[in-house]
């Protein structure tokens, strides 16, 4: 049973992210070698936020030790910690560590959002129901503290369509959140009705619809169009991806992820293949790889799926194997290679 940890209408492009937020802000700041070192046990957490931020989790997990060293009362570090080990894939660690943030501050919406989140990374590795129900009560009980705390109840909406009844599941609670999400902000509305479209219903053209209402809307916030990219990548029509990709440089021109979004439009429109590999290497090359953005690996079987389109079968091999040596279990890289392979060794 998968759960969570990825927008039903962004699973083409991107495989398990979260690109529902909340996003961190890019930034290149780090614990620099020779730095002073924070006086207290904020300042370590504020020196931790900058570690995630660059993708460097274990000094994070240093720093954030530090931190509890001084202050084991602290709900922000064992917060943080707990999304280090997430990102980290150590579910167990990261769950332990959100318990104790929400233990330490119970009527933090945030909290247990993301403890939800970690018991429902827990839940898909461990097949466990019992922990995926524990997921859904914390995006409740973070709505039930913070209404507005929409990015709770697309999580909840997306639990509800995507778990089985025993667990929870239920296509009416569903609706129910979208109703209560378009109420809060339109934008967002639209987007959770598009998933409920896809999953619920299984009308695409009714998704289809709502996210060009997304697109006509012009949201300054460049996640709402990452969705709106995902769609139409998934429905192969890179001219629309193309529009909304257009739009997400207006709301965030220098965010990481447009070269990523812009190489796979090129490989899927099949034209421009040497700005393509161009975007997509620029892609791993300067972007940390975390969970809420498209993943490395994902672009690497990008890579390779242009090159076999270019009849490059060695190089189309290689970046299939990259892409399992960073995510093992990434099922259509493993096909496209073991296909390649078989035409290597048949005679001819």
Not at 5 to 18: D, E, S
Not at 25 to 46: C, E, I, K, Y
Not at 63 to 85: F, K, M, V
Not at 272 to 293: G, Q
Request: glycine share 6%; net charge neutral; charged share 25%.
């Amino acid at each position: 049973m998968k759960l969570m940890r990825n927008r039903i209408a962004g699973a083409f492009l991107f495989g398990l992210i979260a690109a529902h937020g909340p996003v961190l802000p890019t930034s290149q700041a780090s614990a620099l070698p020779g730095a002073a070192p924070p006086t207290d046990s904020a300042s370590w957490v504020r020196a931790a936020q900058n570690q995630f931020e660059a993708g460097n989790y274990p000094a994070a997990i240093t720093t954030l030790q530090s931190a509890i060293s001084q202050n084991p009362t602290s709900p922000d570090a064992h917060y943080w910690l707990g999304r280090c080990y997430g990102e980290l894939r150590d579910f167990d660690s990261a769950v332990k560590e959100a318990e104790k943030s929400v233990a330490l501050d119970d009527k933090n919406s945030l909290y247990h959002l993301w403890l939800g989140r970690a018991y429902g990374d827990k839940a898909d590795r461990d097949r466990s129901l019992f922990t995926a129900k524990k997921a859904k009560a914390e995006w409740e009980k973070a709505i039930q503290l913070d209404p507005r705390n929409i990015v709770a109840r697309r999580d909840l909406e997306e639990y509800c369509l995507e778990a089985p009844w025993i667990a929870g599941g239920s296509k009416d609670e569903a609706n129910s959140e979208v109703t209560a999400i378009a109420a809060l902000d339109p934008v967002q509305g639209h987007l959770a009705r598009a998933v409920y479209d896809i999953a619920g219903t299984k009308k695409l053209d009714l998704a289809e619809n709502e996210y060009r209402q997304v697109l006509l809307a012009k949201p300054k916030a460049i996640d709402a169009y990452v969705e709106v990219i995902a769609f139409f990548g998934g429905q192969n029509k890179p001219s629309d991806m193309e529009t909304a990709i257009q739009g997400a440089a207006l709301a965030s021109p220098n965010d990481p992820r447009l070269a990523y979004f812009r190489g796979v439009e090129r490989v899927l429109s099949g034209t421009d293949f040497a700005h393509a590999e161009e975007y997509l290497k620029s892609y791993i090359a300067s972007t940390p790889n975390r969970s809420d953005w498209p993943s490395h690996a994902g672009a690497r079987v990008w890579l390779g799926k242009m090159y076999e389109a270019q009849g490059k079968r060695a190089e189309a091999a290689e970046q299939y194997r990259a892409a399992l040596q960073l995510d093992p279990g990434r099922k259509e890289a493993r096909a496209r290679l073991e296909k390649l392979e078989k035409l290597e060794k048949s005679p001819g």
